[in-house]
């Protein structure tokens, strides 16, 4: 059974940083390109960043320069450093493929970012 489970997330004022964690289990990860996504009320889920199997990665010009994914084979755990953060930042984050399949997704992490 295929699993990913967020961490990391919480209130965190603007300018502060947060780093997320996505435990993945029942597939081969290093095999995978993988994303994260994130949500907000309202609002269809956007991909914020992309790494390939190789670690090349891509973002979403709203987190270019703030948010940087990387991945550790060995632990089967991908991650996402987010530095910067702004108020428009504030949603549940989730991990998934790089083509997300309905069934994988999470419970997510919340991440709030207020004064």
Known sequence: QVRFVESGGG???????????????GLLFRNYAMGWYRQTPG???ERVARITRDGSTNYADSVKGRFTISRDNAKNTLYLQMNSLKPEDTAV???NLDVPIGAYWGQGTQVTVSS
Do not use: F, I, N
């Open 11 to 25: 209130l965190v004022q603007p300018g502060g940083s947060l780093r997320l964690s996505c435990a993945v289990s």
């Open 43 to 45: 609002k269809q889920r």
């Open 93 to 95: 984050y989730y991990c």
